[in-house]
C-alpha cells in the first residue's frame, strides 16, 4: 500500500511560481510512475505531467508544456512538480498519482494509488 500526500498549493498571483510536493509513506515509489493530475470545478479531472520510474522522457499536456517541470527523487520517496508562469486557468486541485505503468500513462484508470490533493488558486 502507498500513501500520498501532497504539499505546497495555494494562492499567487498570474506570473507566479508555486512547487508542488507529493511524499509517499508504507513503500518506495522508485518503481512506479507518478503523474500529476488536477481538476478545476465542473471539469474532468485531467493529467498534467508525468514522469517514469527512470524519470527520462516525461509527459506534459499542451497546457503546461514550457511552464511545468515533473521530477522526482526516489531517495527521499518525493516527486514534485514545478509551475512557473501560473495562469488563472490552472486554478484548481492538484492531485499526485502512482502507477504500475511503465509508458508514461495519462488516463486516470491507470493509476493505482491517489493522493487528498491540493488547492493551487491563481488571482489575475
Known amino acids: 500500500q502507498v500513501q500520498l500526500v501532497e504539499s505546497g498549493g495555494g494562492l499567487v498571483q498570474a506570473g507566479g511560481s508555486l512547487r508542488l510536493s507529493c511524499a509517499a509513506t508504507g513503500r518506495s515509489l522508485s518503481s512506479y510512475s507518478m503523474g500529476w493530475f488536477r481538476q478545476a470545478p465542473g471539469k474532468e479531472r485531467e493529467c498534467v505531467a508525468v514522469v517514469s520510474p527512470g524519470g527520462r522522457n516525461p509527459y506534459y499536456a499542451d497546457s503546461v508544456k514550457g511552464r511545468f517541470t515533473i521530477s522526482r527523487d526516489n531517495a527521499k520517496h518525493t516527486v514534485y512538480l514545478q509551475m512557473n508562469s501560473l495562469k488563472p486557468e490552472d486554478t484548481a486541485v492538484y492531485y499526485c498519482?502512482?502507477?504500475?505503468?511503465?509508458?508514461?500513462?495519462?488516463?486516470?484508470?491507470?493509476?493505482?494509488?491517489w493522493g487528498q490533493g491540493t488547492q493551487v488558486t491563481v488571482s489575475s
Open positions: 498519482a502512482a502507477s504500475w505503468y511503465n509508458n508514461n500513462p495519462v488516463s486516470r484508470v491507470q493509476y493505482n494509488y
